[in-house]
Every structure is written in structure tokens, then in C-alpha cells.
């Protein structure tokens, strides 16, 4: 929605800066994420041939849910969707709440909590970490790889020095790799000793009779652990960075806690975690009334959707009471996030208690949060609050 800030007007536009298209309007994108035979999410389509025989593309896209078109998106969707079902999601209450507590304990009385390294990065990664069956004592391994990734891809899709280009594309490969191969080691050791896991069960799952593959599992396993942890990070400090700047809501929801999930609802909307979601066009087509040719790459820009003034009145007022609330956070249609349910029971524990331990939780003066830096997310990466 920064681009779309130049001309409100648009829905649909050829992005220079991205040299891809751009679309911004609720209902436009909703045609496109509904439409996937249109609108394909196999953004690898238009990669060059030379580019696929690069050793690395099998490693990096087979088994990548978030990739798939059907009809192997639903199967490989029905695999992992048995993992996140509302049972298995709410059975998970207890857990979240005991991380939280044990997390919050560990920061001291000092009367200051730095939110996302004290609670919104470690509390969602230890959730999905354990329900994977890897390590959650890892997580600062993961940390930077995941940095690396995200930070230099800014640059990838902004910086057009070439050789600052070619270091950030190097840079977030290796963070890529370095979490591929941790990722292979666990998938190899339950292949030969299985576990109660998540990741066993991947391992074992079979799709048309057979197995998946090594890089299968291993992407499988990489987008839940990717998807699983940074977005519900920025859900949580973006959460609370939203009570902060609307003191009012932060007092009437702590008087009357049934409201927290219409505040979750509102932030995500307001604050959309993960901006924007790439497709490609697979034939000529119309949105919007604007004609998009055949083997184009679009970014759809959910962010921009959630401020849409024909769909949202007054839609930069934060009014968790909006109902209905018909934002595009986690998408629509086929690849609408399997993890919804729980980034939502996240943020719904981790903010209770958060009310529960600390009467007041204000950002600092003079300590502004610090944002992310990669345009397709819009979130808190550090939030500095005094609870005093
Ligand atoms: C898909 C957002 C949390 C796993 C998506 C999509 C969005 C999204 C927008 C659709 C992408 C597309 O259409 O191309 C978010 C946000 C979250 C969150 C904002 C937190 C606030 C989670 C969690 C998990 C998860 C906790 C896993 C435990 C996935 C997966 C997909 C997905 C596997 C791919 C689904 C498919 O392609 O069928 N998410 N997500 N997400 N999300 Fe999430």
C-alpha cells in the first residue's frame, strides 16, 4: 500500500519498481485468489530454464505448499491439514499458555519487557518447533538464518545495484540452505528412528501410494517452520502496537477480555502481517477492468485490500467492533493459511496474559519500535515497552 499511496485511485497497475503487476482493491483480489487456475501460485512457471537447472530449484520448490496448484495442492493440503485441525489446535491452550508464563518469568522485574525478542519472536517458533519435533532450543540457530533471508531479500526486490544484488541474493540463499540442511538432518533421523511427531508423520505420509521425497518432507517441513513463526511474530507485536497507539481499546478489552479476538481481528487487518502474495497469470485476463497478459507475475496486495474504503468504512480507524470484518490477512480460497487457527489462539493466550501479568504495557519515550525492513511484511522487529 505504499505503492498504492501514489494514486489511490488504482486497483491494478504495472509496477515499475517491482517490474511485476500490482493490485490493491479487496474484490479484485478476491477474484484472483479464488481463481487459481487463472492465477497460478507457481511463481517458478516463469523462471528461466537455465535458472530451474541450478541444483538448488528441486531442493527449494518441490513440496512447497504455498507453490502447488491443484490438483497436487489438495492432496499435499490434506496431508498436513490432519496436524491443524480446531481439536488438535485447541488441545495446544495449555501449552501456549505455560510458554507464555515461562517466557514472561524469565524477563526480570526491572519493569521493561522488549516484546518481540521476550515473547512474540520465541513464543510462536517453540510452538511450531515443538509441534514439528525439532529442537525448540534451536531457535536462535533459526534466527538468523531466517534474518539473513528476509533482510536481504529487501534489498533483492528494491536494490538495483547489481552487486549488491548478487550479496543479498547470496546472503539469503545460504539462510535458506543452512535451514534446509538442519531441516534434511531431522527429516534422515526419522526416517531411520521414528518419533510422536509432526515430522515423522510427514515422513510416513504417503500420497497416491507412495512416499514423498527427501526434499518433500524437507520443504514441507521448512514453510510450516518459515510460515509458522515470523507472521504470528508480527501478529503479536503488531497486536500490541495497536492497543498502545488506541489506549482506549487497550483499557476496554482489558475490562471485558471477550473482545480480544474482535482486537486480533482488527490488528490483522489494520496491520497486515504478510503484505502481499505473489501469483502468475496463466492466460490473458481482465481484473479490475485492466487487461493482464498471459506469464505475468502479479503481487497482490492483501495489505492494500485491508484499507479498501469500498469494502471497509473509514478504514484507517482501528475498530475491532467492524463486523463483518472481511480482511484478507490469510488470504482466500485454496491457500487460505492452514495455520490460522492457531496464530489466532496465539495471539489470544499470549494477550490475556499479557493483561493478566502487567496492569500498564506502554512503548517508551525516546524508544521507538523498529520495523521490518522487507516491504512485504508490516510489523514490529523490536518493541521496547515499560510495564510499569
Ligand atoms: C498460507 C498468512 C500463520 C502456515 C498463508 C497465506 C497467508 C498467510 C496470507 C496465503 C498465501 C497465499 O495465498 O499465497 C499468515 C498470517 C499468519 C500465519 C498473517 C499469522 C498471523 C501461520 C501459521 C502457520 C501457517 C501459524 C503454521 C503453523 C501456512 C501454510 C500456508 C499458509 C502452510 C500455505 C497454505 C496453502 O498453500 O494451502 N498464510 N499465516 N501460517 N500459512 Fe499462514
Redesign the pocket.
Known amino acids: 500500500f505504499w505503492l498504492r499511496g501514489r494514486q489511490p485511485e488504482k486497483r491494478v497497475e504495472f509496477a515499475e519498481e517491482l517490474g511485476m503487476w500490482s493490485v490493491y482493491g479487496h474484490p479484485e483480489i478476491e477474484q484472483i485468489?479464488r481463481d487459481p487456475a487463472t492465477f497460478s501460485?507457481d511463481t517458478t512457471r516463469l523462471v528461466p530454464e537455465e535458472m530451474l537447472k541450478n541444483a538448488d530449484y528441486e531442493v527449494t520448490s518441490a513440496g512447497n505448499?504455498?507453490q502447488?496448484d491443484p490438483p497436487l495442492?489438495n492432496k499435499m493440503?490434506k496431508l498436513?491439514s490432519r496436524a491443524?485441525t480446531p481439536k488438535v489446535v485447541a488441545d495446544l491452550e495449555p501449552r501456549i499458555a505455560a510458554i507464555t508464563h515461562e517466557l514472561l518469568d524469565a524477563v526480570g522485574t526491572q519493569g521493561r519487557l522488549e516484546l518481540v525478542e521476550d515473547l512474540a519472536y520465541p513464543l510462536?517458533v517453540i510452538v511450531?518447533a515443538e509441534?514439528l519435533g525439532v529442537p525448540a532450543g534451536d531457535r536462535y540457530l533459526f534466527k538468523g538464518w531466517v534474518d539473513s533471508m528476509f533482510e536481504s531479500s529487501e534489498q533483492i526486490s528494491l536494490v538495483k545495484n547489481d552487486e549488491k544484488q548478487d550479496e543479498a541474493i547470496k546472503k539469503s540463499m545460504a539462510g535458506q540452505k543452512a535451514l534446509l540442511d538442519y531441516l534434511g538432518e531431522h527429516v534422515d533421523e526419522r526416517r531411520k528412528q521414528p518419533r510422536e511427531d509432526l515430522l515423522t508423520k510427514l515422513v510416513e505420509a504417503e500420497l497416491d501410494g507412495e512416499r514423498l521425497s527427501r526434499a518433500e518432507v524437507v520443504n514441507f517441513a521448512n514453510?510450516?517452520l518459515l510460515?509458522?513463526?515470523i507472521?504470528?511474530t508480527?501478529?503479536l507485536g503488531n497486536t500490541v502496537l495497536c492497543l498502545d497507539t488506541h489506549p482506549a481499546w487497550d483499557e476496554r478489552a482489558r475490562a471485558d477480555r471477550t473482545l480480544v479476538p474482535a482486537v486480533i481481528e482488527e490488528s490483522?487487518r489494520y496491520l497486515?502481517?504478510?503484505a502481499a502474495?505473489?501469483r502468475t497469470t496463466t492466460r490473458e485476463t481482465e481484473v479490475g477492468g485492466v487487461t493482464i497478459p498471459a506469464d505475468r507475475m502479479l503481487m497482490a496486495w492483501?495489505a492494500a485490500a485491508n484499507r479498501d474504503e469500498r469494502v471497509f468504512a473509514d478504514p484507517d480507524r482501528f475498530d475491532p467492533l467492524r463486523d463483518p470484518n472481511p480482511h484478507?490477512?490469510?488470504?482466500?480460497?485454496?491457500?487460505?493459511?492452514?495455520?490460522?487457527p492457531?496464530?489466532r489462539l496465539?495471539?489470544r493466550v499470549a494477550t490475556n496474559i499479557l493483561f493478566d501479568r502487567y496492569p500498564a504495557l506502554r512503548t517508551i519515550p525516546g524508544e521507538p519500535p523498529k520495523f521490518q525492513v522487507n516491504p512485504n511484511m508490516t510489523g514490529v522487529r523490536e518493541l521496547p515497552l515499560t510495564t510499569a
Do not use: D, K, N, Q
Open positions: 485468489l501460485s505448499l504455498l502447488l495442492h493440503r498436513v491443524f510462536p511450531i509441534l514453510i510450516l510460515a509458522g513463526h507472521t504470528t508480527m501478529l490483522l497486515t502481517p504478510f502474495v505473489a492483501i484478507l490477512a490469510f488470504g482466500r480460497g485454496i491457500h487460505f493459511c492452514i495455520g490460522a492457531l496464530a496465539e495471539g
